[in-house]
């Protein structure tokens, strides 16, 4: 079955830099886009981060264009959030998730354009 594991998450001082990591297995992880979306408390689920399943598109929130690299290893079945220049505001779980469509790009901002999620890890960053 489909899982996905989030992992590098903790506590950084703001204008410090944390790499998310996401395991994927269960399904043919080349063949689908991949998105990090963020929750922070009493707030609703925000789309971070995706990219194409060849590696060659990415998309980003304007909140963190220029902060934040979203990559991914074909190979390894991963996916990765590169977060510099971290503000408090970033703080929040972070999820990774895969695209419910085979080799598609529609939507990637969407949540509900993701079928599968991950458990989530939680980013803090201390002003």
């Known amino acids: 079955q489909v899982q996905l594991v989030e992992s590098g998450g903790g506590l950084v001082q703001a204008g410090g830099s944390l790499r998310l990591s996401c395991a994927a297995s269960?399904?043919?992880?080349?063949?689908?886009?991949m998105g990090w979306f963020r929750q922070a408390p009493r707030k609703e689920r925000e789309f971070v981060a995706a990219i194409a399943w060849s590696g060659g598109s990415t998309e980003y929130a304007d909140s963190v264009k220029g902060r934040f690299t979203i990559s991914r290893d074909n190979a390894k079945n991963m996916v990765y959030l590169q977060m510099n220049s971290l503000k408090p505001e970033d703080t929040a779980v972070y999820f990774c998730a895969l695209h419910r469509v085979i080799r598609s790009m529609d939507s990637l901002g969407e949540a509900p354009s993701y079928l599968y999620w991950g458990p989530g890890t939680q980013v803090t960053v201390s002003s």
């Open positions: 269960g399904f043919t992880f080349s063949t689908y886009s």
